[in-house]
């Protein structure tokens, strides 16, 4: 559990993975906002202040809120890839809750990347892990809140605000912040993900097949897993 302190969202720093991402957003704005272009050498001196800020500790609340908070945090952050939801909500989980062990949560992520709805998956995954099916309910509306949310107020305005310089700017820089967060991930899981030479190789295959063909992801994990039941067996 102790590895996981090596804070996914970035491997130099404590700095929470939310902040991260906001800041990037906030260096998207600044580097394709039209009005700000002239400015972006000094207003992004300004970014690494906002590291600063002090989040809302959850710890005093009944657990069923603090599930719905938390996931009602990674909902309203999931930017690019539902992998994003391992450095929203894994340092929480594991380290200032203590909810489950390192490996558990990859487990569960895991699962959930074999079904459809993995975001869902995993959220659940952890609310029973940790408060029964109240907790699983609690995760599951926490994270399907925000997009519900979002979508249903801003539906009818999409065509606009698609192309909003402002908004297409915070995304770049939000999406480029996901990417470094999942690479973080990568580094952060290594040592639970690769006990031995032959994860090592069904890593490396995957990749290749990955690379090399369109293969069906939730196939590709699938095969993988029975690969490692047949290892087990012989």
Do not use: C
């Not at 809302?56 to 992998?83: D, N, R, Y």
């Not at 203590?98 to 993995?118: A, I, N």
């Amino acid at each position: 559990m102790h590895l996981y302190r090596n804070r996914i969202s970035n491997v130099f720093t404590d700095v929470n993975e939310a902040l991260i991402l906001l800041s990037a957003g906030l260096a998207g704005i600044i580097l394709y906002g039209p009005a700000l272009k002239k400015t972006t050498s000094t207003l992004l001196l300004l970014i690494p202040f906002s590291f600063s800020v002090t989040t809302i500790s959850l710890t005093g609340f009944p657990v069923l809120m603090q599930l719905f908070l938390e996931f009602l945090k990674a909902g309203s952050l999931m930017f690019g890839t539902g992998l994003v939801i391992i450095p929203l909500t894994g340092p929480d989980v594991v380290d200032a809750f203590e909810w489950m062990s390192y490996k558990e949560f990859f487990d569960g992520v895991t699962l959930g990347q074999m079904t459809p709805g993995p975001v869902m998956k995993t959220a659940a995954f952890v609310g029973y892990k940790v408060a029964g099916i109240w907790g699983a309910i609690a995760a599951f509306t926490g994270i399907f809140f925000p997009p519900f949310v979002v979508v249903t107020l801003l539906a009818p305005f999409f065509r606009q605000i698609r192309k909003n310089p402002w908004l297409q700017g915070f995304l770049k820089g939000v999406k480029a912040g996901a990417v470094g967060a999942i690479l973080a991930v990568v580094w952060s899981m290594a040592a639970t993900a690769f006990p031995d030479l032959l994860t090592v190789a069904i890593a490396v295959t995957s990749f290749v097949v990955i690379l090399k063909s369109k293969v069906n992801l939730s196939l590709l994990v699938v095969g993988a897993g029975g690969l490692g039941v047949l290892t087990k067996l012989l």
